[in-house]
Structure formats: structure tokens, C-alpha cells
């Protein structure tokens, strides 16, 4: 039996909403889906980032700039990805910040923010996509969380109870719509490398962090979370629902960092 990411008919004719599409994972992310037939809806605030990624993809994508922490904007977005591409399958919230600083030094607004983008606009996304995916029958949602929504780390508390909540959110969702044809499972990546926070990983608390703790002894790339990904949103998932896949090299296993 093929994985959907060998097969590039496995998602022949969908279309997939992949948020946060112009950074290092959603990039990765877009290029599974892709291979495996998807059509994209690539969304961010970041335009020029968004012109950029789609520009590999051709027709096969469409751009939307949207700020995620503008709750209409959000609501709107399903129902533009389905005028514009014609259908809308399969969700995948991957947009995310992350505050570093102790309890103590983050603001209000900080703590604001990071769960407006990581946790409310998930959930506001999905609530409008749902309906749509209820009436064509079926639909895959698939939330990016984090090892830190089961493991805490220090200077980090936004972040974490923001994956958590997302954690959360994804058994919600099974339990209520599961039944009417609405699959949504997480991935819970650990370390992942990529353009922007390379430097960070390479040196210094993270890496002995990693070094120490990962019974791999590594970090991921994107390419490593985009394939579970493709996984959770293809035809060989489909009797898996309302579960969090932990891809962090095992660190889970040991619940310390």
C-alpha cells in the first residue's frame, strides 16, 4: 500500500487551506500536499512571503493575506477559498507565534496575541469551515500543535497553553462532529529547524536541551512534520480521529526537558 505521500493522486481534486504559508513549515506543508495532487489556498499576513511560496506551485495556488487576529477577516476566509477554488476539503491551522520570556516580563497584549494566533483563530477557522465540509459530506482538519502543549517549558507560558488548548480543541471537535463527517487530529511537533530559527537551535540552552533529552539526539527539519501532515489529511488516515501524533524524535516519551 502507497502513503499518501508517494502517491500523487491521493489528494487528487482537494483543496487544502494551509495557514502560515509563506514561513519554513508551512512551506513544507504546501509542497506535501501538493505532491500528493492538492490544490492550495495559501494563507498569511505576509504577502510578499505568500507571492513567493505560491510562485512554486503555479496555478495550482491561490494567495490569501489575511491577519488571523481579525476575527471576520477569518470567519470570511472559507467561504472566499470555496468562490475562488471551488471547494474547500481540508484544513491545516499551522500559523503560530511564540512569545520567549518569563511569566513575570510577558504583557498582557503578549498573552493576548500569542493565543489569538494560536488558538482562537483555529478555532474560528474551523467553525466556519466546518459547515461547508458537513454539507459536501466530508472534510480534515488538522491543527499544528506542539510538545509544548504537553510538556512545559519555561518562558514560554502563552505558547504553552496555547498548544494545549489546541490539543484540546481537536478532541472537542471529533467529539462534536466526528459522527457528521469532520475528521481533526493535531501533530505535535518538538524542535523543528527551520529558516528562521535555525541560529537559535544550532547554540547554546536549546541544543543541550535537545542533546540531553531527545532519545534522538536532533532536531526535525519542516520536511520530517509536512509528511505526517500529508498522512492526517490523506484517505489512509481515516480511521484515525481526535488524536495528537507527536513527531519529536521520542522526547515526548521521556516527559522532561
Given at each position: ?45 505576509d ?18 493575506a ?60 474551523s ?14 482538519i ?54 528562521m ?31 505526517p ?29
Amino acid at each position: 500500500m502507497t502513503s499518501p505521500q508517494e502517491s500523487p493522486d491521493a489528494l487528487r481534486d482537494k483543496v487544502a487551506v494551509v495557514t502560515g504559508a509563506a514561513g519554513g513549515l508551512g512551506r513544507a506543508i504546501s509542497r506535501r500536499l501538493h505532491a500528493a495532487g492538492a490544490r492550495l489556498a495559501l494563507v498569511d499576513r505576509d504577502e510578499a512571503g505568500l507571492a513567493d511560496a505560491a510562485a512554486e506551485f503555479g496555478d495550482d495556488a491561490a494567495t490569501f493575506a489575511v491577519d488571523l487576529t481579525d476575527d471576520a477577516r477569518t470567519e470570511a476566509l472559507p467561504g472566499e477559498v470555496r468562490d475562488r477554488l471551488g471547494t474547500l476539503d481540508i484544513l491545516v491551522n499551522n500559523a503560530g507565534v511564540r512569545q520567549i520570556a518569563s511569566i513575570l516580563d510577558l504583557t498582557p497584549d503578549e498573552w493576548r496575541h500569542t493565543l489569538d494566533v494560536d488558538l482562537t483563530a483555529p478555532f474560528v477557522l474551523s467553525r466556519a469551515a466546518i459547515p461547508g465540509m458537513i454539507e459536501q459530506g466530508r472534510g480534515k482538519i488538522v491543527n499544528i500543535a506542539s510538545i509544548t502543549g504537553e510538556l512545559a517549558f519555561a518562558d514560554r507560558s502563552a505558547y504553552c497553553v496555547a498548544k494545549a488548548g489546541i490539543i484540546m480543541l481537536t478532541k472537542t471537535i471529533t467529539l462534536e462532529f466526528a459522527a457528521r463527517g469532520i475528521w481533526c487530529n493535531a501533530i505535535g511537533p518538538g524542535v523543528v529547524e527551520t529558516p528562521m530559527t535555525s541560529e537559535y537551535f544550532r547554540s547554546g540552552p536549546m541544543r543541550e536541551s535537545i542533546e540531553r533529552n531527545a532519545p534522538m539526539k536532533r532536531w526535525a527539519q519542516p520536511e520530517e512534520i509536512a509528511g505526517p501532515v500529508a498522512f492526517l489529511c490523506g484517505p489512509e488516515s481515516d480511521y484515525v480521529n481526535g488524536t495528537t501524533l507527536f513527531v519529536d524524535g521520542g522526547w515526548n516519551s521521556a516527559k522532561t526537558y
